[in-house]
């Protein structure tokens, strides 16, 4: 779900906030059972996707007590949460306060022309009330650029179709497969 004030027909975050605590910790069971399926387990970290909303005090409150209880309940379960989303239209900086607080942030905040950088700042760029003291060290990830066409390497390369760039300084779970020989 989505918050309240998300302008779509997904499902929506309850505007009280046991509800939306309950719907929080809901989703994250749905997500630990995903992760078992997917042979995922304990100290790795599940990121929420808030996607951005139109501001409202009741819609930024549903939005802090769902993470709030998606981040228990990883917790309870030996995982870490995580969030993505816009700075500045999913309220980000009102996660801070949140108790527990999320472990890691994925921040939306696109640079055009969307294309792949070396130099993309983490911080350095206080903008909606996000600062750098708010999940500093390793703990931020930001895409930078949303759908765009890449080639790696640039010059006769393999053609990776329409990527987002992201540039990681936070914890991410891969999957990976490995061969027995």
């Not at 409202?56 to 409150?61: A, E, G, K, P």
């Not at 030996?78 to 921040?107: H, Q, T, V």
Request: with cysteine; net charge negative.
């Amino acid at each position: 779900p989505q918050s309240p004030c998300f302008t779509t027909t997904r499902p929506k975050i309850s505007i009280y906030e046991a509800e939306a605590k309950q719907q929080g910790r809901d989703e994250a069971d749905l997500a630990l059972a995903m992760a078992d399926n997917l042979g995922i387990s304990g100290d790795k970290i599940i990121y929420y996707d808030i996607e951005g909303y139109t501001e409202s005090l009741t819609c930024r409150i549903a939005v802090d007590s769902f993470l709030t209880g998606w981040t228990a309940r990883l917790h309870e379960q030996g995982f870490k949460a995580g969030a993505y989303g816009s700075p500045c239209r999913s309220f980000m900086s009102d996660w801070w306060d949140n108790e527990p607080l999320l472990d890691d942030i994925w921040i939306a905040r696109w640079l055009l022309p969307p294309e792949y950088r070396e130099d993309v700042p983490l911080f350095g760029d206080p903008v909606c009330g996000l600062t750098d003291d708010m999940w500093d060290g390793q703990r931020r990830l930001r895409q930078y650029a949303g759908d765009h066409p890449e080639t790696w390497p640039e010059e006769n390369g393999v053609y990776l179709g329409s990527i987002d760039s992201n540039v990681l300084w936070g914890e991410i779970t891969a999957i990976t497969t490995t061969t027995n020989m």
